[in-house]
Every structure is written in C-alpha cells, then in structure tokens.
C-alpha cells in the first residue's frame, strides 16, 4: 500500500531519513530550487523516479502541495519494545511521549516535530479515537516523522503498566488540582510523558496509571494552553534538565 507526502519540506525529510519513496510528481513550470532542488538531487541519487505532471493533477491529491508530492510506502509503525531497546543502545534513559486520544492532525504534527527536536527516543499512540500518521500529520511535521520511532497500540494504560515494569515512569501532563507544578518535577530519569486529547484531556483510566501528574501554571485570564503548547513546553522544560543532569 501507499500513502501521498506533499509539501517540499517533508518529502525533503523522507528522503534523507532514506523512506521508501516510489515516486516523485512535480507541477510542470515550477522552478528547481532551494529544498526542491534538493529534493530533485536526494531522489535521483536515490533512483527515485520523478515526473511532471500538471498542477491540476497534483490539486486533485492534496491541497497546498507546494508544486511536489510523493508517492511512498505506507508508514511503518514499530513496536514498544522497540523503543525501548533503541534508549538502551544510545545508553540514555528512556525519553517517551505517549498521546492520549489526540485527534487533530495540527497538533499531533506539532507534538511530532518538537519529540524530534528535542531527542524523544519514541512516541506511542492509541489505535482508536486518535489521529494516525497522514499526509496532514506528515506536513505538520514538517517531516520531522520520518526521523521518528512511533509504536500504535490497542490498549494505551494496558501499555504504561508494562512501561512502569520496565521501571520508566510515566508522567501525566494536565491541569488538574492535585499536579505539581511542571518547573519543579524530576524528568532525569527513564520517563514517558503523557498528554491527553484536545477537548477532555486525559482519560480517566490513562490518569489513574500515570505514576504523578505535572501542570503549567497559568498566570493570564485564560485557564489552560493548547495540547500541542503545553506539551512542546514541559517536552523542552525535560529535555533542559536532563541535559543538566
């Protein structure tokens, strides 16, 4: 099966993260440069065909393709013991993102490129009621997803019980009352944060597994901040202190 990128930014990414790219479509009359050029150098070295094809054909794929889109191979899930076993040969202590039921492709997409920024070894995703990775996630990533190990699972508080097995702990982020102020966790340790979805946050069963809940103070009018907000900020206020330690 296939899947489509379009954008020039990720399918930039898909070829030098060395994704099987199967072909190559270009609106006719654009021009070759910057990361299109590059795209057009990476897939020749590569053998990936590219074609062009009128830009009528390409609006009938995707919308705001940037003049290129890309046919690849379906996206390859990994499993949780995947993850894992890539933290240990890094020799680090695991660094997870797990999402609780997070539907819209924007966010997960944010969520994806700031996991990669900032060193996450893996994200896991609950099969239902959650976005899967999609041409729209892909883009919103700006392809940082193809530098990403992503685990798919049925049962996502069935999988942070494993995890707390193999001694990660699993950290909730959410403003609830009984939180502790995200600034003054510890997050040095083997450690999977948890965020919830857009509308509910965290599911009930999913927050009584998480091992302590974490918040961001709010000092504005507003009472809480967009999932893929508050989640890049507690990911970097992470990724700061580990590095300290």
């Known amino acids: 099966m296939s899947d489509y990128l379009y954008?020039?930014?990720?399918?930039?990414?898909?070829?030098?993260?060395?994704?099987?790219?199967?072909?190559?479509?270009?609106?006719r009359g654009v021009?070759?440069?910057?990361?299109?050029?590059?795209?057009?150098?990476?897939?020749?070295?590569?053998?990936?065909?590219?074609?062009?094809?009128?830009?009528?054909?390409?609006?009938?794929?995707?919308?705001?393709?940037?003049?290129?889109?890309?046919?690849?191979?379906?996206?390859?899930y990994v499993e949780v013991d995947d993850i894992l076993v890539f933290a240990a040969v890094r020799g680090e202590p695991a660094f997870l993102l797990l999402l609780d039921s997070v539907q819209?492709?924007?966010?997960?997409?944010?969520?994806?490129?700031?996991?990669?920024?900032?060193?996450?070894?893996?994200v896991i995703i609950a099969e239902r009621r959650a976005v899967g990775v999609t041409p729209a996630v892909i883009k919103a990533s700006a392809g940082a997803i193809n530098h990403l190990k992503i685990a798919r699972v049925t049962n996502l508080a069935?999988?942070?019980?494993?995890?707390?097995?193999?001694?990660?702990?699993?950290?909730?982020?959410?403003?609830?009352?009984?939180?502790?102020?995200?600034?003054?966790?510890?997050?040095?340790?083997?450690?999977?944060l948890v965020l919830g979805s857009e509308g509910e946050g965290l599911g009930r069963l999913v927050r009584e597994k998480c091992d302590f809940l974490v918040r961001l103070p709010m000092w504005g009018k507003v009472s809480s901040l967009n999932v893929a907000v508050a989640g890049s900020i507690v990911l970097y206020r992470a990724r700061t202190q580990r590095a300290e330690k």
């Open 31 to 76: 021009h070759a440069h910057g990361a299109l050029n590059e795209v057009i150098t990476l897939a020749k070295n590569a053998n990936v065909p590219v074609r062009g094809v009128a830009r009528d054909d390409l609006d009938r794929i995707a919308r705001n393709h940037q003049g290129i889109v890309a046919r690849v191979a379906e996206f390859g």
């Open 104 to 122: 819209d492709p924007q966010n997960f997409g944010t969520l994806l490129r700031t996991a990669e920024a900032v060193g996450v070894h893996g």
């Open 7 to 27: 954008g020039r930014q990720p399918i930039l990414e898909a070829l030098r993260a060395e994704r099987a790219v199967e072909e190559i479509l270009i609106a």
């Open 158 to 192: 069935r999988t942070m019980e494993d995890l707390k097995r193999a001694n990660v702990w699993v950290i909730g982020i959410e403003n609830a009352p009984d939180a502790q102020d995200y600034a003054r966790a510890d997050f040095s340790g083997a450690i999977a």
